[in-house]
Nanobody, 130 residues
Framework: VQLVESGGGLVQPGGSLRLSCTAS????????VGWFRQAPGKEREGVSCIMSSDGATYYENSVRDRFTISRDNAKNTVYLQMNNLKSEDTAIYYC????????????????????????WGKGTLVNVSS
């Protein structure tokens, strides 16, 4: 069972990146999937969530209208499109998968969301800098 993130890198403020999270060893379509990030010196926080049941999406306030989470179950992959990136978006980004159906309804920055995840990737670094 493995989740692998990719797509991180160095980007200038205002730029865009698309992160991918690909699963192996299990069918991601049965799981609710979340993206988290951990900035230097800060706690890990949730930023987005996509439901397994209906594909409904949820965002933390600071990224709403800039980030878009989506899934391609045929490719066993979840994406995070990040536009209009800001220096404060610099962080290691992690994807995680949960069989807990209601997890997207919790506070994405709270402990229940993070602790409800069953599988985690190792992260990909996003550096927003001029």
């Amino acid at each position: 069972v493995q989740l692998v993130e990719s797509g991180g890198g160095l980007v200038q403020p205002g730029g865009s990146l698309r992160l991918s999270c690909t699963a192996s060893g299990f069918t991601m379509g049965y799981f609710t999937v979340g993206w988290f990030r951990q900035a230097p010196g800060k706690e890990r926080e949730g930023v987005s969530c996509i439901m397994s049941s209906d594909g409904a999406t949820y965002y933390e306030n600071s990224v709403r209208d800039r980030f878009t989470i989506s899934r391609d179950n045929a490719k066993n992959t979840v994406y995070l499109q990040m536009n209009n990136l800001k220096s404060e978006d610099t962080a290691i980004y992690y994807c995680a998968a949960s069989l807990t159906g209601y997890v997207c309804y919790t506070d994405l920055r709270g402990p229940v969301y993070e602790h409800s995840m069953d599988f985690w990737g190792k992260g990909t670094l996003v550096n927003v800098s001029s």
